[in-house]
């Protein structure tokens, strides 16, 4: 599976961004999704994850009610529409795949595949 993650960029406080990862190779549907982030000097963090079907869907408490993530299958594509933008969302984003129990979807050790990361910036 390769994941490639788009949509970042420079934004205001208050703004809106929407991420992008396109899924090519392995069946786009027998795997969950997930989105992390890392700001500098800090660890790679959960942000959210959507299962195989697109039904189900977990996201941290620092961001619920803000992001949303979605998967559209059609497309082999993830998405996370961000709004509501703080500057301490600043950080790479990251996207990632994972075969087997959702109950392991907040793990980073638990996913398979990673996107090259996309950057997101928030000013204030």
């Known amino acids: 599976v390769q994941l490639q993650a788009s949509g970042g960029g420079l934004v205001q406080a208050g703004g809106s961004l929407r991420l992008s990862c396109a899924a090519s190779g392995r069946t786009f549907r027998t795997y969950y999704m997930g989105w992390f982030r890392q700001a500098p000097g800090k660890e790679r963090e959960f942000v959210a994850a959507v299962d195989w079907s697109g039904s189900t869907t977990d996201s941290a408490d620092s961001v619920k009610g803000r992001f949303t993530i979605s998967r559209d299958a059609g497309k082999n594509t993830m998405y996370l529409q961000m709004n509501s933008l703080k500057s301490e969302d600043t950080a790479v984003y990251y996207c990632?795949?994972?075969?087997?129990?959702?109950?392991?979807?907040?793990?980073?050790?638990?996913?398979?595949?990673w996107g090259q990361g996309t950057l997101v910036t928030v000013s204030s």
């Open positions: 990632a795949a994972a075969y087997g129990g959702w109950s392991a979807r907040r793990g980073r050790e638990r996913y398979d595949y």
